[in-house]
């Protein structure tokens, strides 16, 4: 898939404006003006083991995050009402963006070729992305594991204590 975007590092961050599983719209720019970096982070589906993991990760980490600018927004292609589910049940502290059509995902380039057990086919390749107050890229990772990943992002954005 050639045509598959590959961000990077100082690269200017996709604008977007989405909602979340409660229907309020996020703008970056909105973000951005108010001087919050923005982690973005993009799951494949909700309620399954992996994505659970990553995410209450996020929410265990969340007052860390939030002391330091950072705003949490997680991603996937699920409906707001698999979202809000989501949410409930496993008390997450940060919102979930809504992308049914993959236009975010399309403008981040994690929509991308999978493998998996000799099959190809297209999926949400797990990606997250730091975007600075300026709304460039501050750091992004593509092919994350869900396991250890807030961990490690941690330490990258010397957020450990």
Known sequence: MSDTVSLSPGDQSPDFSVTDQEGKVHNLSDYTTQGKQVILYFYPKDSTPGCTTQACDFRDNMARFVTEGYVVLGVSKDSSASHGRFVEKQELNFPLLVDEDLSLHHAFG????????????????????????????????????????????????????
Do not use: P, Q
Request: proline share 0%; aromatic share 12%; charged share 30%.
């Open 110 to 161: 994690t929509w991308r070729l999978k493998k998996n057990y000799g099959r190809e086919f297209m999926g949400c390749s797990r990606s997250t992305f730091v975007i600075d107050s300026d709304g460039a890229l501050a750091w992004c990772r593509y092919n994350v594991k869900a396991k250890g990943h807030v961990d490690m992002l941690m330490r990258e954005l010397s957020l450990n204590d």
